[in-house]
């Protein structure tokens, strides 16, 4: 597609509950980070895929926190037992890869409500 | 450990005015440096961004930051700041960790434009 896609733009679910949210990169890219933002924060990494290898999980906050990232393209961040402090925008980037630093492309997020 | 600070969280300026927001970061070797644009309801962007060479960059919306390696710093300016430019801006710096390429962010600094 043009740009990074993500889905829901917005998800409202009680605590306890699971969520999936999606990420589509943009075709091509080999990396893919995902983020939180809290309200009024900077981003707080969470993991990184880079083509076939082991994805860099040091930023998930809990073990309630997963994603996978299928076929090399599209990845899904699971939020297992939502709890309130899980109320974030996440975003999800995507970049050309391992070559120099080269530019993540965001998406434009999924805002997380958790009651 | 690699940190990024941006020491002002909100900045107002009346429109026409000129504009810098600072950046300070700590990083052992040669760092790749970014500023990214938040605008309200919008995903991030890529304003610009430093990986060697020049030190006075450009980028887009009129926008320019300059590295000093002496200072840390990678100061983002503009000499004359339109409306339009009230967002949440973020400096970000890239580092390696084993063959992963991620960003640190700063908290970002949140600018308001007076009319």
């Known amino acids: 597609g043009a740009g990074v896609s993500q889905s829901p733009s917005n998800k409202v679910t009680e605590k306890g509950k699971d969520v999936e949210l999606r990420c589509d990169p943009i075709?091509?890219?080999?990396?893919l980070y995902w983020y939180r933002q809290s309200l009024g924060q900077g981003l707080e990494f969470l993991i990184y895929?880079?083509?076939?290898?082991?994805?860099?999980k040091s930023g998930l906050p809990s073990d309630r926190f997963s994603a996978e990232r299928t076929g090399g393209s599209v990845s899904t961040l699971t939020i297992q037992r939502t709890q309130q402090e899980d109320s974030a925008v996440y975003l999800c980037a995507s970049s050309l890869g391992q070559v120099s630093y080269n530019e993540q492309f965001f998406g434009p997020g999924t805002r997380l409500t958790v009651l | 450990a690699q940190s990024v600070t941006q020491p002002d969280i909100h900045i107002t300026v009346s429109e026409g005015a000129s504009l810098e927001l600072r950046c300070n970061y700590s990083y052992g070797a040669t760092p790749y440096l970014f500023w990214y644009v938040q605008s309200p309801g919008q995903g991030l962007q890529l304003l610009l961004k430093y990986f060697s060479g020049d030190t006075l960059v450009q980028g887009i919306k009129g926008f320019e930051a300059e590295f000093k390696r002496s200072q840390s710093s990678f100061n983002l300016r503009k000499p004359s700041v339109h409306w339009s430019d009230a967002a949440e801006y973020f400096c970000a710096v890239g580092y390696n960790a084993g063959n992963n390429r991620k960003l640190i962010w700063g908290l970002g600094t949140s600018l308001a434009v007076n009319p």
């Open positions: 895929f880079q083509g076939n290898s082991a994805p860099d």
């Open positions: 075709s091509g890219h080999t990396a």
